[in-house]
Protein backbone atom coordinates (compact mmCIF):
# COMPACT_ATOMS: atom_id res chain seq x y z
CA UNK A 1 0.00 0.00 0.00
CA UNK A 2 1.13 3.52 -0.49
CA UNK A 3 2.60 4.90 2.59
CA UNK A 4 4.22 8.37 3.15
CA UNK A 5 6.20 9.25 6.46
CA UNK A 6 6.84 12.60 7.35
CA UNK A 7 9.91 14.15 9.47
CA UNK A 8 11.30 17.31 10.50
CA UNK A 9 9.54 19.16 11.96
CA UNK A 10 9.68 21.07 14.87
CA UNK A 11 9.91 24.29 17.00
CA UNK A 12 11.83 26.93 15.46
CA UNK A 13 12.11 30.89 16.10
CA UNK A 14 11.28 33.26 13.31
CA UNK A 15 13.54 33.17 10.49
CA UNK A 16 14.77 29.75 11.00
CA UNK A 17 15.15 26.87 8.83
CA UNK A 18 13.76 23.70 8.31
CA UNK A 19 13.98 20.41 6.33
CA UNK A 20 10.60 18.39 6.18
CA UNK A 21 11.40 14.68 4.33
CA UNK A 22 8.79 12.46 3.52
CA UNK A 23 9.85 8.66 3.11
CA UNK A 24 7.74 6.68 0.90
CA UNK A 25 7.20 3.50 -0.26
CA UNK A 26 4.27 1.23 -2.14
CA UNK A 27 3.97 3.02 -5.54
CA UNK A 28 6.06 4.10 -8.35
CA UNK A 29 7.54 7.59 -7.05
CA UNK A 30 8.69 9.15 -10.11
CA UNK A 31 4.95 8.78 -11.82
CA UNK A 32 2.91 10.51 -9.26
CA UNK A 33 2.51 14.05 -8.40
CA UNK A 34 3.82 14.85 -5.13
CA UNK A 35 2.73 17.83 -2.45
CA UNK A 36 3.01 19.95 0.50
CA UNK A 37 0.25 20.76 1.85
CA UNK A 38 0.27 22.28 5.48
CA UNK A 39 -2.98 22.89 7.68
CA UNK A 40 -3.18 25.59 10.60
CA UNK A 41 -5.15 25.87 13.36
CA UNK A 42 -8.70 26.48 12.53
CA UNK A 43 -7.81 27.26 8.61
CA UNK A 44 -8.36 24.55 5.69
CA UNK A 45 -5.47 22.64 4.19
CA UNK A 46 -3.15 25.11 1.63
CA UNK A 47 -0.89 23.73 -0.93
CA UNK A 48 2.24 25.05 -0.53
CA UNK A 49 4.99 23.32 -2.36
CA UNK A 50 3.84 20.78 -5.56
CA UNK A 51 5.87 18.43 -7.92
CA UNK A 52 5.05 17.31 -11.66
CA UNK A 53 6.32 14.13 -12.25
CA UNK A 54 5.04 14.79 -16.39
CA UNK A 55 6.75 17.70 -16.81
CA UNK A 56 9.32 18.09 -13.46
CA UNK A 57 7.14 21.45 -13.17
CA UNK A 58 7.16 22.77 -9.46
CA UNK A 59 4.31 25.32 -7.75
CA UNK A 60 4.73 26.86 -4.94
CA UNK A 61 1.57 29.01 -2.99
CA UNK A 62 2.83 32.84 -3.17
CA UNK A 63 2.87 32.66 1.01
CA UNK A 64 6.04 30.42 0.10
CA UNK A 65 7.29 31.16 -2.46
CA UNK A 66 11.09 32.25 -2.55
CA UNK A 67 11.56 30.72 0.71
CA UNK A 68 10.65 27.07 0.74
CA UNK A 69 12.43 24.49 -2.02
CA UNK A 70 10.67 21.03 -3.02
CA UNK A 71 12.53 18.60 -3.82
CA UNK A 72 12.91 15.04 -4.40
CA UNK A 73 15.28 12.23 -4.49
CA UNK A 74 14.00 9.16 -6.59
CA UNK A 75 16.75 6.97 -5.84
CA UNK A 76 15.68 6.92 -2.27
CA UNK A 77 12.03 7.31 -2.83
CA UNK A 78 12.01 10.93 -0.82
CA UNK A 79 10.20 13.57 -0.85
CA UNK A 80 11.89 17.00 0.46
CA UNK A 81 10.94 20.65 1.53
CA UNK A 82 13.44 22.72 2.40
CA UNK A 83 11.66 25.80 4.48
CA UNK A 84 13.99 29.03 4.82
CA UNK A 85 13.39 32.28 6.49
CA UNK A 86 10.69 30.73 8.67
CA UNK A 87 7.75 33.23 9.76
CA UNK A 88 4.59 32.64 12.61
CA UNK A 89 2.16 32.02 9.75
CA UNK A 90 3.98 29.05 8.69
CA UNK A 91 2.67 27.24 11.82
CA UNK A 92 0.90 24.45 10.77
CA UNK A 93 0.83 20.33 10.21
CA UNK A 94 2.79 19.90 7.22
CA UNK A 95 1.43 17.11 5.63
CA UNK A 96 3.14 15.03 2.31
CA UNK A 97 0.99 13.95 -0.56
CA UNK A 98 0.76 11.81 -3.69
CA UNK A 99 -2.08 11.41 -6.81
CA UNK A 100 -1.30 8.97 -9.50
CA UNK A 101 -4.19 10.24 -11.88
CA UNK A 102 -2.69 14.07 -11.69
CA UNK A 103 0.62 12.79 -11.99
CA UNK A 104 -0.40 11.32 -15.64
CA UNK A 105 -1.55 15.23 -16.36
CA UNK A 106 1.60 17.32 -18.09
CA UNK A 107 -0.03 21.44 -17.33
CA UNK A 108 2.86 23.26 -17.49
CA UNK A 109 3.45 26.69 -15.86
CA UNK A 110 -0.39 27.50 -15.48
CA UNK A 111 -0.52 24.18 -13.34
CA UNK A 112 0.34 26.21 -9.78
CA UNK A 113 -3.53 26.90 -9.37
CA UNK A 114 -4.32 23.63 -10.13
CA UNK A 115 -2.00 21.62 -7.94
CA UNK A 116 -2.20 23.34 -5.47
CA UNK A 117 -6.09 23.33 -4.89
CA UNK A 118 -6.39 19.31 -5.80
CA UNK A 119 -7.29 16.83 -3.68
CA UNK A 120 -4.71 14.31 -3.66
CA UNK A 121 -5.80 10.66 -2.82
CA UNK A 122 -2.69 9.87 -0.83
CA UNK A 123 -1.99 11.49 2.53
CA UNK A 124 0.83 11.12 5.38
CA UNK A 125 0.38 11.38 9.32
CA UNK A 126 2.00 14.91 8.92
CA UNK A 127 4.49 16.66 10.97
CA UNK A 128 4.00 19.65 13.02
CA UNK A 129 5.82 22.75 12.58
CA UNK A 130 5.34 25.66 14.83
CA UNK A 131 7.60 29.07 14.06
CA UNK A 132 7.83 31.10 17.71
CA UNK A 133 8.15 35.36 16.79
Known amino acids: EVRLVESGGGLVQAGGSLRLSCATSGFSFDDYALAWVRQAPGKDREGVACFSASDGMTYYADSVKGRFTISRDSANKTLYLQMDRLEPGDTAVYYC??????????????????????????WGQGTQVTVAS
Open 97 to 122: AADPNLGLISLGPDGAHYYLRYLYSD
